[in-house]
């Protein structure tokens, strides 16, 4: 393998973009957030401190919540009953944003896909923040109109005599896909069957997999 050359400087493409002037939306925040801070709303490290919350939300968190579910009836059962709080009561998640979670079970002969018709409302607490093609229009239209072409175009293949229902979120509504478990894996702990599911299996797009590397 050839070495890269290092002669050159990393940090001049890099620099101007973090010089150049702030647009709207930035400047809207930066006065929005000194305002608040100045008027004692708020105090200067309470934004910080609800990003740090939020950047600590990742899809990893809803998944050790699914392979609970598989392997736990108990916990599956009061899931289903109330997503938020055995989520609270199981794995200490908060819901820093006052909303519920309703989990939807996929089963043999219902497939459940969540969506944002409105905007890009999703199940933060547990999933962190959306992909970027939750939030395009083409999805937000199209789930709702033609639920099984857009999974078609994740390479999701919904049997005709299998229903598809499509979820809508809202600002106080969230959901939470919980797949089906894959066959196959009777013998994974529950650590093993955590590593299998992904971000996309619980928003309902593609199903869990037990091959996940690109070339299955
Ligand atoms: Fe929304």
């Known amino acids: 393998m050839d070495a890269h050359d290092h002669h050159h400087d990393h940090t001049a493409t890099a620099a101007p973009q973090t010089e150049a002037p702030p647009g709207y939306y930035e400047t809207?925040?930066?006065?929005?957030?000194?305002?608040?801070?100045?008027?004692?709303?708020?105090?200067?490290?309470?934004?910080?401190?609800?990003?740090?919350?939020?950047?600590?939300?990742?899809?990893?968190?809803?998944?050790?919540?699914?392979?609970?579910?598989?392997?736990?009836?108990?916990?599956?059962?009061?899931?289903?009953?109330?997503?938020?709080?055995?989520?609270?009561?199981?794995?200490?998640i908060s819901f820093y944003?006052?909303?519920?979670?309703?989990v939807l079970e996929n089963t043999e002969k219902?497939?459940?896909?969540?969506?944002?018709?409105?905007?890009?409302?999703?199940?933060?607490?547990?999933?962190?923040?959306?992909?970027?093609?939750?939030?395009?229009?083409?999805?937000?239209?199209r789930a709702v109109r033609d639920p099984r072409a857009v999974l078609a175009e994740f390479g999701t293949i919904i049997p005709d005599d299998v229903e598809i229902r499509v979820s809508d979120s809202t600002a106080v509504v969230r959901?939470?896909?919980?797949?089906?478990?894959?066959e196959g894996t009777e013998n994974f702990s529950e650590e093993e069957l955590t590593a299998l599911v992904t971000r996309d299996s619980m928003i309902g797009v593609v199903p869990v997999q037990l091959q996940t590397g690109i070339l299955s």
């Not at 959901?175 to 894959?182: E, G």
């Open 175 to 182: 959901f939470l896909v919980l797949p089906r478990r894959p």
């Open 28 to 92: 809207m925040e930066t006065a929005l957030r000194e305002l608040l801070v100045e008027k004692k709303l708020i105090g200067a490290g309470e934004i910080r401190r609800q990003i740090e919350v939020l950047d600590s939300r990742t899809p990893a968190l809803g998944a050790k919540v699914v392979a609970r579910a598989w392997v736990d009836p108990d916990f599956r059962r009061r899931l289903l009953a109330n997503g938020r709080t055995a989520c609270e009561q199981d794995f200490g």
């Open 97 to 102: 944003d006052d909303t519920e979670l309703i």
């Open 110 to 141: 219902v497939h459940n896909l969540v969506v944002c018709t409105l905007c890009s409302c999703y199940p933060r607490p547990v999933l962190g923040l959306p992909p970027d093609w939750y939030k395009q229009k083409a999805y937000r239209a």
